[in-house]
Each structure stands twice: as C-alpha cells, then as structure tokens.
C-alpha cells in the first residue's frame, strides 16, 4: 500500500467521524492543515487534495438535516432493489444481503423520507421463507427454559423449615451430603469428585428431582466452587448446591435425585 493510500485511509477515518466533539470550523482547520503539507510534499496531488479539503468542508457545514429532494428517485431503488428478492429467499441469501446494502447506502446518505427499520422490515418479510417448525429438541428446550423461569419466580428460601441428610453413597463421584427444605423451595447440597482436567462448564449438569408421588420438579439456578484448585491434581473435588421447586408435598415419602445413569433415593421423614 502507497504512502498516498495510508493517508487517505487516516482522512477517510476524520471524515467519517465528524466534528462531533468540537467547532465545525476547528476542526475544518485541524484537517486542512493535514492535508496541505502533504499536498505541497508532492503525495498528494493538487487535485486530490482539492477534493478532499471540498469533503471536509461539506462535513464542517453538514448541519445532520435530512438531504430533501431525492424522495422519488431514493424510493425507487429502495423498491428495485426490493423486487430483486426473489419469493421464498432465505434470510442470508445474496440477494436480502444486496437489499440491505442498499438500504444502508441510501440511510448512510441521510436521505429524507426513507422507511424506519420496521416498515422495512415488514415489507421484505413478504418475500422471505417461512422459519422452519422447531425441532423437537428445541421444542424441549425452549419448555424447560419456560419452566425454569417461572420456578425463579415461584421460589422462596425466607424460612428453612427442614434440613434432610442425604445418603452415605457417592456414584460416580457424586455424593447427595443434604437436602434443604425451606418454605418455598428445596437445595440439594452435594459434592463431586472428579478424576482429570478441571471441567471447563459447571461441573454437575443435568440433575433431576422426582419423587414416590410423582411431583414435577424443576431444578434451576446451581453454583459449585472447587476445594482443592491447585493444578496438577489427580483428582479434583467440588462442593455446590442445585435449588428446585416445589417443595415436596407432605404425601411424599422419598425424594430422587437423578445423575447421569445413577440414582440417589432420600427419605423424606416426617418433620419433628
């Protein structure tokens, strides 16, 4: 790339940005003062110069009014450009791509009377495909993220009403250490050990709760944090917490806790 090239793409950069933070005269002098010297160094010549001193002091005097006077001509290749989408397109194809450059260069020209990103919107849905149906995993997934919302909103932890020991048992590095049963939500307390690298997400995913009686629980809102996290290790241990609603219902008489292929049964005995 040329010296001349550099210093266009510096005042290209000047031009772009304005004088937004200080007199549109300064900075008009500011910028005429950059390009001179390069003029009468012989980089610029005295036409391209010219040129770009014009630029700036049409920036300098561009008061950011919309430019009247090209509403039907402007229009007019907003709706060509439109009408080159052919029906059915996917959102990505070439020719949205060239619909929305389009209307970037007639918005980046501050044009009057151009549509808002609504109406725009709205007019170049008509010629795009239909989203295909979800698949059934995402089906599931966006379900689970609605019941996970609404447990947040369900929860209460105000009053810790039974602590439930969890089973001398660990499988596959896991161990249920308790079970926290407050007014308006359970905690299942646990800890992992595990074998190799540190995991790079959370260290236990995918629990699930049941019980003897069929409740539907929803488990949300973990956090774990790691006891021994010096590297090196063997082993890793990790001590954390999963929340779930609702509380189990008084006819329940044991609680399951699902990991993996392993299963934890606790005993819901009778408060007192």
Known sequence: M??????????????????????????????????EPLRDAGVFSEELAARWIDRFAAAAADDGAPISGYEDSAARVLQDALEAVPAGSEPGGEAVIRFGGTYSALRA?????????????SRLSRHLAPPPPPSPEREAALAHRGRTAEAVTQAS??????????????????????????????????????????????PLREVGVCDDVG???????????????????????YAGEANFVPVPPAGAGELFVNH?????????????
């Not at 007199?23 to 005429?32: F, G, I, K, N, T």
């Not at 629980?217 to 956090?223: D, E, K, L, M």
């Open 260 to 272: 993996q292929a392993d299963r934890f049964d606790i005993p819901l005995e009778p408060a007192g």
């Open 157 to 202: 932890f105000a009053e810790l009403r039974r602590v439930i020991p969890g089973p001398r048992t660990r499988r596959g590095g896991l161990c249920i250490t308790s079970v926290e049963l407050y007014d308006g939500a359970g905690t299942l307390c646990w800890n992992l050990v595990s074998e190799g690298d540190t995991p790079s997400g959370p």
């Open 2 to 35: 040329s010296g001349t090239e550099n210093f266009e793409r510096l005042l290209l950069s000047f031009w772009r940005q304005g004088p937004a933070r200080e007199p549109a005269d300064a900075w008009l002098a500011r910028r005429v003062a950059w390009i």
């Open 215 to 237: 409740t539907n629980y929803t488990v949300f809102s973990g956090s774990s944090s790691l006891l021994n996290g010096s590297s090196g290790r063997e082993t890793y241990t």
């Open 109 to 121: 020209l501050n044009l009057a009377g151009l549509p808002d990103n609504r109406e725009l919107l």
